[in-house]
């Protein structure tokens, strides 16, 4: 058994005087990948949080690498330990390259002592190269998709030759193929014996990747086990505390209104990513959008609700073609976006949750008190609604959105969308870096959308989602319709795997 290169001893951590871990003990051994489970507001984030800096205990003591702390006071304190994190919320400079981000505070010089783009552009391109993964170490990160903002992020900790990585649901916003990619890197880190710390809510994922598990529930750590000992069923009733109901897998009773069309998408293309696609959206139906990363499937979804400019195309919601030219447009036509990262385009984080709430209804005029006064009294009644139907966790509606879990936040952004009663909801990732308990309640709103003659556009990496909960898939490859497959005719997680990797299209 190798020894322990982290123990963190009897931590305990209060914000405002609200406990957030409690009394906890975790270690991590030498050349080990230790998985740290937990539901949203868990304490997970928190605690590793300490370990890199960011936050100080009230209690406790930390050992790494053989010395003694009883905190770090900074980042680079955590960093001249060995420590390094890849943080859930992005900590990257838009405005600045890649290869600028990766090498932030630790920029290479040439001989005369300036700054040497160049090099640190080769560099970047080595750590891409390990990552296999296709990214222009010159582009802006403010010009990057969700997914590759995430890799930029895992290959500037990498980049920093920690001896302790720390991955915060690393692939959230990843697709299977670049999520495997990383696991391959991971196992090469291992053999190098460097120790990782993986934060996940994918089970799947943890149980090929990890060693052993930590579970906290509360605040407090529940068990610590290797991993060949528990099943994925045993983990997330630790998780949760009790039996856990499945990601609802059950067969679907179809809901579709053939006869109905909400949305009619005729040969659109994009400036950017949508190169000529169509296809129909019919009433009570739930499509899926299924593609790798810079597929296509986000661009499509912004140019529906006027992000993404239209070159050529058509759109049609029931029957009648709209111009969709700014979101406000597409909010008046009763469409609605819940967008990739829910952070930077679904939030004001230091707005409250019922400030949050009411943007979308202030801008559509359906808060308005005699056509001039915002109507505060009934905007309340209708968060109040929405944080007890959709179970956000929050002491008041006036809570900061910014101290919310994960999870909570994902619901505020699916609440105020909500609100605007649209017929056709497009959702882009709104499972991703959520609890098991939050995803399956996530996806049985998406269901309940369909009974009630609402049309859903559904963008998850996740497989089994698309599985569980759409009437059809749309395969993109390269901002174009690859195949389309109905609900009964997909042949399983792996094959349509296959099929997104461009794997025996004809069969």
């Not at 100080?56 to 003694?68: A, F, L, T």
């Not at 190098?192 to 906290?216: C, N, P, Q, W």
């Not at 009964?488 to 461009?502: A, N």
Request: hydrophobic share 40%; charged share 25%; with cysteine.
């Amino acid at each position: 058994m190798s020894s322990a290169i982290i123990s963190m001893e009897g931590i305990t951590k209060s914000f405002n005087n609200i406990p957030v871990l409690n009394d906890v003990d975790f270690e991590l051994r030498e050349g080990e990948i230790h998985a740290l489970l937990g539901e949203n507001g868990a304490g997970k984030s928190t605690l590793m949080k300490i370990l890199r800096g960011v936050y100080q205990p009230d209690h406790g003591k930390m050992i790494v690498q053989g010395k003694s702390y009883d905190r770090f006071n900074s980042p680079n304190e955590a960093r001249a330990a060995g420590i390094s994190m890849v943080f859930q919320e992005f900590s990257l400079v838009p405005t600045l390259t890649v290869a600028q981000n990766i090498f932030l505070t630790r920029e290479i010089k040439n001989r005369f002592g300036l700054l040497d783009d160049k090099e640190c552009e080769r560099r970047a391109k080595v750590f891409f190269d390990e990552l296999e993964v296709d990214i222009d170490p010159q582009a802006v990160v403010s010009q990057l998709s969700t997914g590759y903002r995430q890799l930029t992020e895992i290959t500037a900790a990498l980049s920093q030759e920690a001896r302790i990585l720390i991955f915060d649901e690393p692939t959230a916003s990843l697709t299977q193929t670049e999520s495997l990619s990383l696991f391959r890197l991971m196992r090469r880190l291992k053999e190098k014996g460097i120790s990782m710390i993986y934060i996940s809510h994918r089970m799947e994922e943890i149980f090929k990747i990890a060693d052993r598990i930590t579970v906290l529930r509360d605040g407090r750590r529940i068990i610590t086990d290797e991993i060949s000992n528990l099943t994925i069923q045993k983990v997330i009733e630790h998780i949760l505390g009790r039996k856990a109901e499945a990601i609802d897998s059950r067969e679907l009773v179809s809901t579709v209104q053939q006869d109905q069309v909400l949305l009619d998408v005729k040969n659109l293309k994009c400036n950017r990513g949508v190169n000529d696609i169509s296809f129909r959206l019919h009433r009570g139906e739930v499509i899926g959008l299924a593609g790798l990363m810079g597929s296509g499937r986000t661009e499509l979804m912004q140019a529906i609700f006027g992000i993404n400019p239209i070159k050529e195309g058509d759109i049609l919601v029931k029957g009648k073609s709209i111009k969709v030219k700014t979101p406000e447009e597409s909010m008046k036509s009763d469409i609605a976006l819940i967008p990739e990262d829910r952070r930077v385009q679904g939030l004001i984080l230091d707005h409250s949750i019922r400030d949050n709430f009411i943007l979308p209804m202030i801008q559509l005029k359906r808060l308005a008190n005699r056509n001039i006064f915002v109507d505060y009294r009934r905007g309340n009644d209708l968060a109040e609604h929405y944080v007890k139907t959709l179970k956000i966790r929050s002491d008041s509606i006036e809570k900061m959105v910014r101290f919310l879990s994960g999870g909570n936040q994902q619901k505020v952004v699916i609440a105020k969308w909500l609100s605007t009663e649209p017929e056709i909801l497009l959702m882009d990732e709104p499972t991703a870096g959520v609890d098991i308990g939050t995803k399956s309640e996530i996806l049985n709103i998406v269901r309940d959308l369909a009974k009630q003659g609402k049309g859903v556009i559904f963008i998850s990496s996740e497989l089994q989602e698309l599985i569980a909960v759409c009437d059809r898939v749309i395969v993109i490859k390269n901002g174009q319709v690859d195949q389309v497959l109905n609900r009964y005719d997909i042949p399983g997680e792996e094959r349509l795997h296959q099929i997104l990797q461009g794997a025996g299209n004809s069969g």
